[in-house]
């Protein structure tokens, strides 16, 4: 039986569902937070700031299990999982569980390495550990979408495909992995299926009830040749269910 399970990053989109299916299966959660939060969650709310190292000791305290979900999207990731390890040791965390993004070893983006630099010192840190590689959440997704919409024309990147997973597949292959052994490098999870960029742009567009004019975007460098690659693949491993049109649906309600 798994004892107390530290979650940071616990109300961002992929935490919030970690905590949530946490609870659910009766875990004791600690949600780690920079500001304070109200209980009646079934949530142990601390509060501290991985990248300044602020309460991380006080939050650490009796915990058997670390699921670090945090990001700032920043290069301040490598310091804060620097911060995370290193109490983790202190308090004799038995089991360190990161979350991290397929291809980022094949695909040279800056915040890719920012990840693989992270994934080293978790590799090195002396803990038990699990490190789980998925694809890019629909949410993400739907945000680029968001921002470019608002363009006269929607840029589509030329030749590039995605394999947008449901951020709560996600979360449920964290919780399991939570709740085992430090298992390395755990099986990767990618969405059900591998759709081009121009694609998953016109299902955007159809639910959006929008009109845009697409146009290609030639990625140059080396960035977009790993992604014309399919560096940021897993078409081995596309176990989830969930497509990007229901998440258009949930999202737009079928307009």
């Known amino acids: 039986m798994v004892g107390t399970v530290l979650v940071t990053g616990a109300t961002g989109t992929l935490g919030r569902e970690v905590v949530r299916l946490l ?4 875990v004791a959660v600690r949600g780690l937070s920079r500001r304070v939060r109200d209980g009646g969650d079934g ?3 601390a509060v501290g700031d991985l990248v300044g190292g602020a309460g991380v000791a ?5 915990v058997d299990v670390v699921v670090d979900c945090a990001t700032t999207q920043k290069k301040a ?6 911060t995370l390890v290193a109490r983790a040791r202190e308090a004799g965390v038995r089991h360190l569980v990161y979350v991290s993004i397929v291809g980022i070893d094949r695909v040279p983006f800056g915040y890719y390495a920012t990840k693989l630099a992270c994934e080293r010192v978790v590799r090195e840190s002396g803990l038990g550990w699990t490190v789980l590689r998925a694809t890019q959440f629909h949410d993400l997704v739907l945000k680029v979408f968001d921002a470019s919409v608002k363009l006269p024309v929607l840029p589509v990147l030329s030749g590039v495909a995605c394999q947008p997973v449901d951020v709560r597949e996600v979360a449920a292959a964290v919780a399991d992995l ?4 430090p298992a390395g490098f755990a099986t990767e999870v990618g969405g059900p299926q591998v ?7 016109e299902a955007y567009l159809r639910a959006a009830g929008r009109r845009r ?3 290609p975007l030639p990625l140059p460098g080396s960035t977009g040749r790993g992604l014309r690659a ?6 081995d491993r596309a176990v989830g269910r969930g497509t990007f049109e229901e998440a258009l649906e949930r999202r737009f309600g079928g307009r």
């Open 230 to 235: 399919g560096g940021n693949l897993t078409p």
């Open 43 to 45: 949530v142990e709310w």
């Open 58 to 62: 006080e939050a650490m305290a009796g």
């Open 195 to 201: 759709r081009s960029y121009r694609e998953l742009a």
């Open 23 to 26: 609870v659910a299966r009766g």
């Open 77 to 82: 990731d490598v310091a804060g999982v620097r």
């Open 178 to 181: 939570a709740g085992e052994e």
């Open 213 to 215: 004019l697409l146009l």
